[in-house]
């Protein structure tokens, strides 16, 4: 079964890769990031995932980043994070159903610092919304991995800021 993996890093992808090649799923990763900023991050974090992509054999496809679309999604700001996780697994599921995979996922499962349950609900929300199935995947490995950029912010503006914060400002 052919799946299309929303990929938001190198990390996440090489964690769900071992998951579902044990599964014997043909993973494709989709590298949809509009709230990657600055511009800097987003070419880090893509030239990593570009990186284990070619390592791992996984088709990647990446389309313009457009942080128009993340701040348009993300208006008001309020519950930006679940906005963000919604455009990109919707956008994922788009391309999913038009380019005839199988179904779809998120590396954002891999990390534990997204909330796994919102994540999957909007995930097969999208899926049943468009037709296309919502894959989670199994057990993930906990393995620290290592050789590439790895980022310490979720990846939007707002994360940066927060832990530039907690690092700088925070008192004890």
């Not at 179904?103 to 954002?108: A, V, Y």
């Not at 906990?142 to 707002?158: A, H, I, L, R």
Request: with cysteine; net charge positive.
């Amino acid at each position: 079964m052919r799946i299309l993996v929303h990929t938001c890093c190198a990390d996440c992808l090489l964690k769900v890769w071992k998951s579902w090649s044990k599964e014997s799923f043909e993973v494709v990763g989709y590298f949809y990031n509009p709230n990657i900023h600055p511009r800097s991050e987003y070419q880090s974090r893509l030239a990593a995932v570009r990186e284990v992509a070619k390592e791992l054999e996984i088709e990647m496809i990446i389309p313009d980043w457009r942080p128009k679309e993340f701040f348009e999604a993300i208006e008001g700001n309020k519950g930006r994070c679940e906005k963000c996780w919604k455009l990109r697994i919707e956008k994922t599921a788009e391309q999913a159903r038009n380019k005839h995979f199988d179904c779809f996922s998120t590396t954002l499962l891999a990390s534990k610092h997204q909330d796994q349950k919102k994540i999957t609900c909007l995930g097969k929300t999208a899926g049943n919304r468009l037709g296309v199935k919502f894959e989670t995947p199994g057990k993930m490995t906990d393995e620290p991995t290592s050789g590439f950029y790895k980022q310490f912010f979720c990846g939007c503006v707002d994360s940066l800021k927060e832990r530039f914060e907690e690092k700088y400002y925070t008192r004890d």
